[in-house]
């Protein structure tokens, strides 16, 4: 029995769209990126008594391949990390000296200053960095996984004010949760730049026709949404679907075609295509934040 | 009579994981072994996960992944010509569609792979869903029951590694099954 459905074809305007869609940004190869190599190869990384399960060799490995490929940061399987890889995508892709400045000093001394952050993670964080497992490619992701259980143990929001300290198995709860406005305070403090909100935790956007507010904002900057990853990735297996953003990804383009929405986005290491109906665009924003380009 | 009905799911629904997930397998063993092996087949041409997205198992959602790039085609958001689309990424749509058969009939709802790190070196490992988790995620991704077939054998102490430090829980030797946000 034929369970796929035979569809109309997609017509010559449409493959265009979505041509146009799957070009990847290539001409965004930053000059930074390369003085940030340069950095990194030069730097002496030795092994540090901060973070007794991760070696230097692993960690110049993770940051190398972050600085080349930063697509492929990925957040880990079953965590709540989202937030945290979508702000090391921005921070490795649009200040990656910073980034690395960051890593280096918080491996080697245990703390680091990330522009007005201060970060000086737990000792029960720095033992736990390098021995997870079971958690896809983070399990080797070093420079990813000190990052991101550092920024989980450090940055609070209101969600994480009912589980503040580390226990294992946390990845996946409300200790590791990122709210927009925690996003957004991320974003400022250590991107040092201006950061537009629109929209909130409960509260969709306010903009308007969404689809013409983010052609705009892309203009404008870096687009990050804050999104309910049940109309991004949808199943009508679902028992209860809560009307409440869960995840984080990076905008890269948007383009409508005859009432359909193709987007071009960051998330769980990827760069993703995918289409989506009038419904499931409507039903999937909550939070829109735009990263001024100018300013980094 | 609404609140009975939802009084009945949740505690169906709240029947522990490993027993649910022991009896799927039990139940529908030859099935899916079918199914793993389709799959594997297919995945040698091109790396992809696949599923259904409605219950009725009308619409599907396929996710191919290159190198540079992953692709969703999913049949309930538009109408994408999969006959058309996934010869271009070397997949068979017969075979798929032989494939999607088998999950039905054993009412599957997704196949991907995911993978696991030993010493440094990937150990992939075959996911199967067959169910949403009944409890409500506020702020926090959709749960699935999974059933999870290693590729290749793990040896003990890497089982116990892995058991120690996820929430995966062995059938067998060969099976596992956890609790995952769609095996990203």
Known sequence: ?296 | MKIKLLLIVCIVSCARPVYRSQQFYEENHESIQNILHLYNQLYEHQPFNFGFTDRSHRYVSIEIRTPNKRYIFNTAHYSFNLDTILPKFGIDTAALRKLAVYMHLSDCTWIGRQQFFKNGVAEEVNYLSFGAVAKPSLFSEQKFYVLGFPIHAWDKEFQQLIFKKSNITPINDSVFYTISNRFK
Not at chain 1, 133 to 149: M, N, R, S, T
């Open chain 1, 1 to 296: 029995m034929n369970r796929i459905s035979h569809c109309t074809t997609i017509n010559l305007t449409g493959l265009i769209c979505i041509l146009l869609l799957c070009i990847i940004t290539s001409s965004e190869v930053f000059a930074n990126s390369e003085k940030a190599l340069d950095i990194l190869d030069k730097s002496r990384i030795t092994q540090s008594s901060h973070w007794p399960h991760v070696t230097p060799e692993d960690l110049h490995r993770n940051l190398q391949e972050n600085i080349l490929h930063p697509e492929r940061i990925y957040q880990g399987s079953a965590t709540n990390f989202c937030g945290y890889a979508a702000f090391t995508y921005l921070l490795v892709k649009y200040q990656p000296e910073k980034y690395l400045v960051t890593i280096i000093d918080l491996y080697q001394n245990g703390t680091a200053v990330c522009g007005k952050q201060k970060l000086q993670p737990s000792k029960e964080i720095r033992n736990l960095v390098g021995t997870i497992a079971g958690k896809g490619k983070l399990d080797i992701h070093v420079a990813d996984q000190l990052f991101f259980y550092t920024l989980a143990d450090q940055v609070k929001g209101y969600l994480n004010i009912a589980d503040k300290k580390y226990d294992p198995g946390n990845e996946n709860t409300i200790w590791a949760a990122t709210n927009l406005k925690k996003f957004k305070r991320m974003v400022s403090n250590m991107m040092e730049t201006p950061v537009i909100l629109e929209g909130g935790d409960i509260l969709r956007p306010e903009v308007g026709n969404n689809f013409q507010y983010l052609q705009h904002q892309l203009e404008q900057g870096k687009v990050v949404l804050f999104v309910n990853s049940k109309y991004l990735y949808p199943s009508r297996n679902y028992i209860f679907k809560l009307r409440a953003p869960t995840h984080f990804i990076v905008l890269h383009k948007i383009v409508k075609h005859e009432g359909t929405y193709f987007i071009d986005y960051w998330d769980y290491g990827y760069n993703t295509f995918q289409a989506m109906d009038k419904k499931m665009f409507r039903k999937l924003i909550f939070g829109i934040i735009t990263i001024h380009t100018n300013s980094l």
